[in-house]
């Protein structure tokens, strides 16, 4: 039962996510913003809905070590696995103008979380100035890419995103799935983490952070099987910002958080590694090619199989 249910709770991430994002972006490109902008934002906030909603129930039954892996975890899956599937299946050309800014966004978030996390506990007011950090970069960024209606082209019209409010209901109803996603994902993966003899730090960074990811996984690869590799790209990076700011910023706030030694020690710098790879791959080719994509999925498999193997 325990595997059925984290099934379900992952089909219902992926549902959940795409009625989310389908949603989402529909809004977005009715209120005129551009593709980038809305794959960093809304579509990138969106599908980090699941890390919300998990690391909030992580933390509220008390495994912190679930709460923050999840976190962390999605980062290098989103970076290392979703960008790497993303560019096998097309390479992906980066703006690097339009990276400088959301580039560093990313970087002082990154730098903000290994600071938080090796202080060893996250307590409400770091969580505070982490949503006032993620407020302000948001306002930054819709004051600095705002476009006009025409200029959007996003296909996401169609019969259940005709109009504005079914939308909205498409968004919220997406939320909805994923709440009850998450909360079937959390308890089958605490639960199999003690038949499997893993702790619940490993389950975070890996069986919880690739299943929330799931919905940044789809999202990319259709926007890449779309040549939309500013959506595909932005998706990844928004999402990756939020995780650190919105995320642990949020749960923070609502539960102090207790930072596991593993992650502290080896987990974080890891991720790092990845946000630092990502931003010298884009500086200096200004594309995310396959043989990128290849390294960054090898690159995966081995710190997947690292974990693994020290259970």
């Known amino acids: 039962m325990d595997y059925l249910q984290l099934i379900l709770g992952f089909a219902l991430l992926v549902a ?34 699941p890390e919300l909603v998990t690391s909030l129930q992580a933390a509220w ?9 999840n976190v962390v975890g999605s980062n290098l899956a989103n970076i290392l696995l979703i960008l790497g599937v993303a560019a096998v299946i097309a390479p992906m050309s980066i703006d690097p103008v339009a990276f400088r800014r959301d580039g560093m ?3 002082v978030a990154t730098g903000m979380a290994v600071a938080l996390i090796l202080f060893g506990t996250l307590e409400r007011w770091m969580g505070g100035l982490l949503v006032l950090v993620l407020a302000a970069y948001i306002w930054v960024a819709y004051r600095t890419d705002v476009v006009s209606p025409e200029l959007v082209d996003v296909d996401v019209d169609g019969p ?13 109803g997406g939320i909805a799935v994923t709440v009850l996603g998450a909360r079937l994902t959390v308890d089958a993966a605490v639960t199999l983490a003690l038949l499997w003899g893993m702790s619940e730090t490993v389950v975070g960074l890996t069986v919880v952070a ?13 926007a890449a099987l779309r040549r939309e590799s ?5 998706n990844v990076v928004g999402s990756n910002i939020y995780n650190i700011l ?7 706030l609502v539960h102090p958080i207790p930072i596991p030694q593993q992650i502290a020690q080896f987990d974080v710098w890891v991720m790092v590694a990845a946000t630092l790879a ?3 791959v884009v500086v200096a080719w200004r594309q995310i090619g396959r043989v990128t994509g290849v390294v960054f999925l090898g690159a995966y498999a081995a710190y997947t199989a690292w974990l693994v193997a020290g259970i």
């Open 16 to 49: 959940g996510g795409e009625a989310l994002v389908r949603g989402a972006v529909a809004v977005a490109s009715k209120f005129g913003v551009s593709p980038l902008l809305i794959g960093l934002t809304l579509v990138g906030f969106g599908t980090s809905t």
């Open 61 to 69: 039954s008390g495994f912190p070590g679930i709460a923050v892996g």
């Open 105 to 107: 966004a990313l970087l």
């Open 160 to 172: 259940l995103t005709s109009s504005i409010w079914t939308a909205i209901a498409l968004a919220l």
């Open 210 to 222: 690739i299943g929330t990811s799931l919905p940044e996984l789809v999202t990319s690869v259709m």
């Open 230 to 234: 500013g959506l595909a790209f932005g």
């Open 246 to 252: 919105g995320i642990m910023g949020v749960t923070a």
């Open 278 to 280: 990502l931003s010298v």
